[in-house]
Every structure is written in C-alpha cells, then in structure tokens.
C-alpha cells in the first residue's frame, strides 16, 4: 500500500510507507516518526508538500527546526503558530524593529527570526 493510498484512506502511514521523497525530507524525525500522534504527521506530510517550492534557505531551517518542533506539546506548537501569525499580521517596518532587537539578544543566531 503507498503513502498516497494510506492518506487517502484516513490514516497517516508509517515510516515503511512512506516514499523516499518522503522519507529524505522527514529524515530529522525518523526514530520518533511512528509514536507521533497522527495529527502531527498530517501535518509533517502537508509541509513536505510544500518543501520543492521552498528557497534552500527556507529546506535547511525546516530540516534544522523539524526535530524540535515535533517535540513541542500541542500547546507549545499552537501557541508558537498564534505568535506567528500576530507577528505576521504587523506593519513591515514593526516586524523588521522586532527581528532587530530578537537578534541583538541572540548574536549567535542571526540569520534566525522570531
């Protein structure tokens, strides 16, 4: 059965299932990818999806950061989304203000936004 096939029939598959497309983007989470709750996996696919149009630079972050986020609680992750979106939300130069002052406080990140 193909991770296509596993989708459209309600469940998420587990890593055997998934394509090697799948499996090179997931890769940072293949020892936790099968205890994931099935919610969270959903959404990992959704993002693989969308990981050929990222810029490289936006596919090495989300490779960089998928470990992490998926060790997030529930909480924790939609409280980041909701923080995103304000901050998303926010005139050009508020934004640009407050990726400046982030990033005075962590030098050793600077290519890193909020």
Same mark, same amino acid.
């Given at each position: ?11 998420? =598959?587990? %890593?055997?299932? *998934? $394509?090697?497309? &799948?499996?090179?983007?997931? #890769? ?7 205890? !994931? ?29 998928? =470990?992490? %986020?998926?060790? *997030? $609680?529930?909480? &924790?992750?939609?409280?980041? #989304? ?7 939300? !926010? ?24």
């Amino acid at each position: 059965m193909s991770a296509g096939a596993v989708c459209a029939a309600g469940k998420v =598959p587990v %890593w055997a299932q *998934l $394509t090697a497309d &799948q499996q090179i983007v997931l #890769r940072p989470v293949r020892q936790e990818w099968d205890r !994931l709750p099935e919610f969270q996996r959903q959404r990992l696919l959704a993002a693989v999806k969308r990981y050929p149009k990222m810029s490289p630079q936006q596919q090495q972050r989300f490779s960089q950061r998928l =470990p992490g %986020w998926t060790k *997030l $609680t529930l909480a &924790q992750r939609n409280l980041a #989304r909701k923080r995103y979106a304000q901050y998303a939300s !926010l005139p050009k130069e508020q934004q640009l203000e407050i990726l400046k002052r982030w990033q005075e406080g962590h030098p050793e990140e600077p290519s890193r936004a909020p």
